[in-house]
């Protein structure tokens, strides 16, 4: 059984690019939620979907930050333009009706931005 | 708002030592308690979790954790810690008035001496 999926896994890219990181969640979880992790700020909760609409977006850092979930297999997060304090590893999860409060993790998108 | 707080951020232990990591949380009401564990350079998996019932959970790989309601508590512990168990540890805490949002402790890294 396939787990969440993030693509890409490493990214490296210069300040100002546009960075779009992509998540597959399990299929039939309905929920859909994208961390950030850093050394400063530990594992932030960015965003998250509940049925491809965005429930809660209080942690996006700022307009920069932009994420969608256009069908219930699919999400991007968006940087546009990126810095170099964006660098992270960005964590896609989800979670199902059927999981409990469990949340499944991807295996990450390690983002350096130069 | 509910908030979780690791106060040990580097614990460094000997081989077969005993193993206690503390983790708080600020929520009055009733909540979901989780804790996570990430290995060097991989994604976030459970570990074990805490719903409702016996206070005393069991999980993974010989760890356990107490929920005592009392203390806002949820300590995670191992009587005998192996050079493997080297990692982040990850508290998070799900309050049921917000169903969907699980917020992590600034998390706490164990290492191992052989």
């Known amino acids: 059984d396939a787990g969440v999926i993030q693509s890409p896994r490493h990214e490296v890219t210069e300040m100002g690019q546009e960075v779009t990181l992509r998540c597959k969640p399990i299929s039939g979880h309905d929920y859909l939620f994208w961390y950030r992790q850093t050394m400063m700020r530990g594992l932030e909760l960015l965003i998250y979907f509940n049925n491809n609409v965005p429930i809660d977006d209080s942690g996006m850092p700022e307009d920069r930050f932009s994420a969608k979930m256009p069908n219930a297999s699919f999400s991007t997060l968006k940087i546009q333009p990126s810095e170099p304090r964006d660098s992270a590893v960005y964590f896609c999860?989800?979670?199902?009706?059927?999981?409990?409060?469990?949340?499944?993790f991807g295996e990450g998108s390690w983002l350096t931005v130069v | 708002a509910q908030s979780v707080s690791q106060h040990n951020h580097h614990v460094i232990l000997s081989e077969a030592a005993s193993l206690e990591l503390g983790c708080n949380y600020s929520y009055g009401g009733t909540v979901n308690l989780f804790w996570y564990v990430q290995y060097p350079g991989q994604h976030l998996q459970l570990l074990l979790k805490y719903f409702s019932g016996d206070p005393l959970v069991k999980g993974i790989k010989g760890f356990e954790a107490e929920f005592i309601k009392s203390k806002f508590s949820f300590n995670l512990r191992k009587p005998s810690v192996q050079w493997s168990d080297t990692a982040e540890y990850f508290c998070a805490v799900n309050a049921y008035s917000s169903a969907s949002k699980i917020i992590f402790g600034s998390g706490t890294r164990l290492s191992i001496r052989p």
């Open positions: 999860a989800s979670r199902g009706q059927y999981s409990g409060n469990t949340i499944y």
